[in-house]
């Protein structure tokens, strides 16, 4: 069966986002992107909230066509025009959105439907809201938290709401010179 990551740069008190979802105090360059790219490539579906496949479809298509892209535009516009994407929202609609799911119901039983499906790991990037909504029905596999050096104090947390403990096994660490620290999470669901 396939699993889904959870991909997330994170504050070392939690947070995801500030109070508005910005996110001016995550820090990427490009030993970052390149250990990225590595791990994207592990998977063949994204998963996205409504807001944050927005932003994402605003950016990717073309980032890397642009005379002054660089590296890691090329490379992740590239995979992005490839991936299949999936998109959890209660109001948008199917048209005119190549390679592209829309799940507005039925949470659960359509992500273990695609779950089924052959294929590798499905990343979901960020989206703090379908990440709360996968999390409180146990859909999440696997964590690769970012951990930035700040601590905001205030946002848009991770974990919300949480009825029963999560267990996790730390499978790999990796520190980076910008003070980064990323964490490989696997959720231990015995």
Same mark, same amino acid.
């Given at each position: ?8 740069? $994170?504050? #070392? ?10 996110? &001016? ?18 998977? &063949? ?8 496949? *927005? ?6 298509? %073309? ?6 892209? !660089? ?9 992005? !025009? ?26 659960? &039983?359509? $992500?273990?439907? $695609? @779950? /089924?499906?052959?294929?590798?790991? $499905? ?10 909504? #996968? ?16 601590? #905001?104090? /205030? ?13 996790? @096994?730390? #499978?790999?660490? /990796?520190?980076? %010179? ?11 669901? *015995?």
């Amino acid at each position: 069966m396939r699993k889904i990551i959870s991909f997330m740069h $994170i504050s #070392l008190d939690g947070f995801v986002a500030g109070l508005n979802g910005e996110l &001016d105090w995550v820090k990427v360059d490009e030993e970052i992107f390149d250990f990225v790219g590595k791990r994207i490539s592990e998977g &063949d579906t994204a998963l996205y909230g409504r807001v944050t496949f *927005q932003m994402m479809e605003n950016y990717w298509p %073309t980032a890397g066509d642009k005379p002054t892209a !660089s590296k890691h535009d090329i490379e992740h516009s590239k995979w992005y !025009s490839k991936v299949h994407k999936v998109v959890l929202s209660k109001t948008m609609k199917d048209a005119d959105l190549t390679n592209t799911t829309i799940i507005s119901d039925n949470l659960s &039983d359509r $992500i273990n439907e $695609i @779950k /089924q499906q052959a294929g590798k790991d $499905i990343l979901l990037f960020g989206s703090p809201t379908a990440t709360h909504s #996968l999390i409180q029905q146990n859909l999440i596999d696997g964590y690769w938290l970012f951990v930035n050096p700040i601590i #905001l104090g /205030q946002g848009i947390p991770l974990f919300v709401d949480i009825k029963d403990k999560i267990k996790l @096994k730390l #499978l790999t660490t /990796q520190q980076f %010179t910008c003070g980064v620290t990323e964490l490989n999470y696997t959720v231990d669901k *015995q």
